[in-house]
């Protein structure tokens, strides 16, 4: 196991032990109660452990269904392929697989074979995944460092420059430009015209035009696809994470027919790509069942409304204390982005902190809300400033007082020098410059 991440939690004091998880609660060791803002990156969507998932994951092991065959058809992938394509209706096939970084792989490969050009195209702070192929998509040099070369053809572009993505595809050797429509690491949304041009864009050069919906999909947004929010229909769309209800872990790519009749084109080619575990059984009933949990309960309408209040609080926030730079999300994908102070004092130990390692700021809201006040949260990503929300879609008005009473307090108590906030500051500036110096 990773005795660097043991080192990391003992470091910001994260290491509890939980114990049980129950929709958006986790409990540790002692029985303490948290609110999980990470929901596993985003997997918990229904919270965890759903009583009709744990339903129909046990229906699937007492049936003695003829798992895995592979030469065969499953029924039960047939059955969430058609489920997923309601959402999608411009679209026309579904190709599972395990993770959201094989969703990535698996649409790389097919744009590359459709097109017949080696170029793929994506954004700087894009997070695609952490194998080959998406690892050459990402935004994040933290990621890449120590595993180069990368797979070649990859060309990085700023996020939201529709003049930029013209200039790399103009010369129409480009397979594919894949793009999460709100990025994760750092929860960055693009303006509204950005999709709309890009996807004008890729017509225009011939260009696939994927959308990498791994953490946004299924209700995360307050629309069960993020693309709706501005009505563009991609060639590809990518899901995962919360598609498994936290289980069994499924990925699928949905694309167009023609998409999929150039890479499956002959019965010799019928297994040029696959994946041997994607369409297992507990997978499908996983999906399935989560999807029924989503629709039920109304759990895209939960997250639209949710989302809408915490943002409205959170922007209260930002009026009162100054250290909130800006606030911004859709549904329940929220960011709280921190910057420099105007006040003197505040502004001399915000220096400090950064000299000393850029984003470190933001520990001294997560650790408080971790110990003081029993929410599970953390940054956006590498050198952020920005802490993300991306909570359960079942949380309640109960849960909003919580997350709104905890922000406010932390916040607060980040605006006091000196402080115990400060002091903790302190503290973790320190041992950063330990590590720096043994290295």
Not at 43 to 61: C, E, T
Not at 111 to 119: I, N, W
Not at 177 to 200: C, H, M, S
Not at 422 to 438: I, N, P, Q, V
Request: charge should be neutral; proline fraction near 3%; include cysteine.
């Amino acid at each position: 196991m990773n005795e660097m991440m043991v080192r990391v939690l003992q470091t910001i004091g994260f290491d509890v032990g939980f114990r049980c998880g129950r929709g958006q609660y986790l409990f540790d060791r002692e029985g303490e109660r948290y609110l999980d803002l990470l929901s596993g990156f985003g997997v918990f969507g229904i919270g965890r452990n759903h009583p009709a998932l744990r339903q129909a994951l046990g229906a699937v092991l007492e049936s003695d269904l003829p798992n895995l065959v592979q030469m065969d058809v499953s029924v039960l992938a047939g059955l969430l392929a058609e489920r997923l394509l309601r959402y999608a209706p411009y679209l026309d096939k579904v190709f599972f697989t395990n993770s959201g970084t094989e969703a990535v792989e698996a649409a790389l490969k097919f744009a590359r074979s459709a097109t017949g050009r080696p170029g793929v195209v994506h954004c700087d702070h894009a997070f695609h995944g952490l194998t080959y192929g998406a690892l050459s998509l990402n935004g994040d040099e933290i990621f890449r460092d120590g595993f180069g070369p990368l797979i070649p053809g990859c060309v990085q572009i700023p996020f939201d420059d529709l003049a930029a993505l013209d200039r790399a595809l103009s010369k129409r050797d480009v397979a594919a430009f894949i793009v999460e429509p709100i990025q994760g690491k750092g929860v960055n949304i693009p303006n509204d015209l950005y999709l709309r041009g890009a996807q004008a864009l890729c017509r225009k050069y011939g260009t696939l035009f994927i959308a990498d919906e791994v953490q946004t999909g299924l209700g995360r947004t307050g629309k069960f696809l993020a693309i709706e929010h501005w009505g563009v229909e991609p060639d590809m769309v990518l899901l995962a994470k919360a598609l498994s209800g936290g289980h069994a872990p499924v990925g699928a790519v949905l694309a167009r027919k023609a998409i999929f009749e150039k890479v499956f084109n002959r019965m010799d080619r019928a297994v040029v790509h696959g994946s041997t575990f994607a369409k297992n059984d507990l997978a499908m009933a996983a999906g399935l069942a989560t999807l029924d949990v989503i629709e039920s309960e109304g759990l895209v309408r939960n997250a639209e409304q949710k989302g809408a209040r915490l943002l409205a609080a959170f922007e209260a926030m930002a009026e009162r204390h100054e250290l909130v730079k800006t606030v911004r999300g859709k549904g329940l994908m929220i960011g709280v982005e921190f910057g420099a102070p105007r006040s003197l004092a505040l502004k001399a130990s915000w220096a400090l902190l950064e000299s000393v390692s850029v984003g470190l700021f933001c520990q001294l809201i997560t650790i408080p809300l971790f110990k003081e006040h029993k929410i599970l949260s953390q940054v956006a990503g590498h050198a952020s400033h920005t802490v993300k929300l991306l909570p359960a879609l079942v949380i309640t008005d109960a849960d909003c007082d919580w997350i709104e009473r905890a922000f406010d307090a932390a916040i607060a108590d980040s605006h006091r020098v000196p402080g115990a906030v400060w002091s903790l500051g302190k503290t973790l500036a320190d041992h950063a410059l330990k590590t720096r110096a043994a290295r």
